[in-house]
């Protein structure tokens, strides 16, 4: 089992950015494939971007591709999120995901540890 922390989470402005952080507590965290979904009131919980093990592959959910970058590094168990150009549909809890299946989940079911989640709300 992976403990994941996320951090990061705030209160923007429309068109600002932020940068998410997971840090995870493994003996081994890149053997692990990295995810980031989101769950905004009332609605299930959506993949966002995921990372492999070694970050050479990086996967996004197309309805915010070009407004994000996933990145990790190894030596420091940590994965970060970067997001730009933010608009109040982006408002959710932002969640980290630790999983070893392959090929890269892009669903919540192919993640096995999960951190607690920070929010992220833009106004308008």
């Known amino acids: 089992q992976v403990q994941l922390v996320e951090s990061g989470g705030a209160l923007v402005q429309a068109g600002g950015s932020l940068r998410l952080s997971c840090a995870a507590s493994?003996?081994?965290?890149?053997?692990?494939?990295m995810g980031w979904f989101r769950q905004a009131p009332g609605k299930e919980r959506e993949f966002v971007a995921a990372?492999?093990?070694?970050?050479?592959?990086?996967y996004y959910s197309d309805s915010v591709k070009g407004r994000l970058t996933i990145s990790r590094d190894n030596a420091k168990n940590t994965v970060w999120l970067q997001r730009n150009s933010l608009t109040p549909a982006d408002t959710a809890v932002y969640y980290c995901?630790?999983?070893?299946?392959?090929?890269?989940?892009?669903?919540?079911?192919?993640?096995?540890?999960w951190g607690q989640g920070t929010q992220v709300t833009v106004s308008s």
């Open positions: 995901a630790a999983g070893r299946r392959l090929p890269v989940p892009t669903v919540v079911a192919g993640y096995d540890s």
């Open positions: 493994v003996r081994t965290f890149s053997d692990y494939t």
């Open positions: 990372i492999s093990w070694i970050g050479g592959t990086t």
